[in-house]
């Protein structure tokens, strides 16, 4: 992928881990970027840092799709809880373990409101730099246009 600067938007949050006895407070960043728009990233780390932790790629389409109903297959799942609340609850599995968040719905929509936009549900395609990508691919990963 290209490493010049895109346009995006990035919010802070916090994600409650939900275990057996007890909640563990995990701070997180969600991020979206213009030129991967059909992507949205959960960085889990110091808030502002999500270089430093794991970061999981998630569907733009999916998280909206969650907001209302249960959504996604495998390694995410997403469902809003069954109360009238702000609770929204997200489902990860990796080949080394699982987990399950609690996480504020009010926050992904206001986040979601934000990255449409930057590009609107539907023009994502328009939004893609492809010969950018397809150069980036074909050279190796090093960035064509650098100097």
């Not at 802070?12 to 990233?41: C, I, K, M, N, Q």
């Not at 504020?104 to 950018?132: N, Y």
């Amino acid at each position: 992928m290209s490493q010049h600067a895109s346009p995006g938007y990035s919010v802070p949050t916090t994600l409650h881990l939900v275990g057996p006895t007890s909640w563990t407070e995990v701070p997180a960043v969600l991020s979206y970027e213009v030129r991967d728009p059909f992507a949205v990233r959960i960085g889990f780390g110091e808030a502002g840092e999500p270089d430093d932790g794991i970061t999981w790629l998630l569907s733009r389409e999916l998280l909206v799709a969650g907001l209302d109903r249960p959504a996604g297959d495998g390694d995410v799942r997403l469902w809003p809880a069954r109360t009238s609340g702000d609770a929204l609850y997200l489902h990860l599995r990796a080949p080394s373990g699982e987990a399950l968040f609690e996480l504020s719905r009010a926050t992904v929509a206001a986040f979601l409101l934000q990255t449409e936009a930057l590009v609107p549900t539907g023009q994502e395609t328009a939004a893609l730099d492809v010969d950018q990508e397809l150069a980036v691919l074909l050279s190796g990963g090093a960035d064509p246009t650098a100097g």
